[in-house]
């Protein structure tokens, strides 16, 4: 199977949940891919995993942790979602991304088992199941010490839950996203994201609301669990283009590259999780963490692109992403505002979103991230029009990004923001 091949066979799914269930069964559940990873002879029971789930800072903890990890001089397999601009981001192995040839071996090896699965008509599993199989497929082969895999969505009936108790599971700050699958209260969701904690299993949690940290203390006392509460960092330096410092227990004067005020904390989760895993026998030194966190990387994430004018690309796609955003604009470039760019999903609380970043706004272009889940660049500036802003439409990502830094000048700030799904298309802009 050639790679586009492959991209065409996973995208024929449904994104998360199965084609078709049995009667009775939950619209999300693991049935599907624990008969496809059976048949494929269980992969993952031959890995060791860092499980991470949360609303807000999976992705750039699972960055940082798996810097460290690789600087401690072990084989790092990463899984992520979703990808900014190549497919193949999504599967590493280190800082490398899955070959587009053996991202088709591997695609071909799963169809194949899903044609079983089709001939007993079995559920067949959806594109997010799919793509796991294959990333746990290429971990094995590549012979990965430890696996940093990311949750999708959720925890307890996400994909990645097939494993058996990872060696530490984290859990990021919790936030209302996905609501109408995850439930509508933080405890609702914490309890979600808290299935991936596994009996006799070690836990480290963000700090939360007291709301949140009973129920993770609820499900590890259940469960036989050991929960560990993180410590906050506490910033040492007022940060600046070129990063941000701070300390925790026992370690003074860390250093990380990424911006974003809110990656301090992602970093902190990040090193006690490192620290923990020393405690379990892994070969983690404190020099391995102070290296790791200082050459990790997250694109997509409060990212500079360029500067004169300073263009920014955020990730932010719920009310505390936006919320953590402003803080960091207000930080950076105070006093100033703020030029958007700004795409969001239809399914999204965008007005929460928007409360956040409203008034820091000086305008907004804005654009249809491409996927049928996004809301109109019209109705969009209709709706921040609406709100007293001034928003106007654009045809394309690219007219936005041009209008924008036209309307920013040079000692101006341009930052795109709203969904993921089309922030990797701005990036491409500045790199090519």
């Not at 199989?133 to 940093?148: P, S």
């Not at 914490?190 to 836990?203: L, R």
Request: charged fraction near 25%; hydrophobic fraction near 45%.
């Amino acid at each position: 199977m050639t790679y586009r091949e492959a991209l065409d066979f996973i995208s024929a799914q449904p994104r998360f949940a199965p084609r078709q269930l049995a009667d009775g069964e939950e619209p999300f559940n693991l049935n599907a891919i624990r008969t496809l990873l059976s048949l494929l002879g269980d992969p993952q029971k031959d890995l060791r995993f860092v499980h991470i789930a949360g609303t807000n800072g999976k992705g750039s903890t699972t960055a940082f942790l798996s810097s460290v990890l690789m600087e401690a001089g072990l084989r790092v397999g990463i899984y992520t979602s979703p990808f900014l601009e190549r497919f193949t981001e999504r599967i590493r192995m280190g800082e490398e991304e899955i070959p587009e040839a053996d991202l088709g071996r591997c695609a071909e090896t799963v169809r194949d088992a899903v044609a079983v699965m089709e001939a007993r008509e079995e559920a067949i599993p959806s594109e997010f199941e799919l793509v796991c199989a294959m990333a746990f497929l290429w971990f094995r082969e590549r012979n990965a010490d430890l696996v940093v895999l990311e949750v999708g969505l959720g925890g307890r009936l996400d994909a990645t839950n097939v494993i058996d108790c990872p060696e530490l599971a984290i859990i990021t700050a919790i936030g209302l996203d996905h609501m109408e699958t995850l439930g509508d209260t933080l405890p609702k969701i914490a309890w979600e994201k808290a299935g991936i904690i596994k009996a006799g299993g070690n836990v480290l949690a963000a700090p939360q609301s007291p709301a949140v940290d009973a129920v993770f203390q609820t499900v590890c006392w259940e469960r036989k669990a050991t929960l560990h509460k993180a410590a906050l960092p506490v910033r040492t330096a007022r940060p600046d283009l070129n990063g941000q410092s701070f300390d925790l227990p026992g370690y003074a004067g860390l250093h990380i590259a990424l911006l974003g005020t809110y990656q301090i904390e992602n970093a902190a989760l990040a090193a006690q999780g490192a620290a923990l895993l020393r405690d379990l026998g892994w070969p983690v030194t404190d020099e391995a963490i102070r290296r790791g966190l200082d050459r990790a990387a997250w694109p997509g994430r409060f990212e500079l692109l360029q500067r004169d004018p300073a263009v920014l690309i955020d990730g932010a796609h719920n009310p505390d992403g936006a919320e953590a955003l402003r803080l960091s604009l207000e930080t950076y470039f105070p006093g100033t505002k703020i030029v958007f760019v700004a795409g969001v999903l239809r399914d999204k609380d965008y007005g929460g979103m928007f409360d956040a970043v409203l008034p820091l706004a000086d305008r907004f272009y804005t654009i249809a991230p491409p996927t049928p889940r996004a809301l109109s660049a019209q109705a969009l500036a209709d709706y921040l029009q609406g709100r007293g802003a001034e928003a106007v439409p654009c045809a394309s990502i690219r007219e936005a990004v041009k209008q924008a830094t036209a309307r920013a000048g040079k000692d101006g700030v341009v930052c795109a923001f709203g969904s993921l799904y089309y922030i990797g298309q701005v990036r491409a802009l500045f790199r090519y």
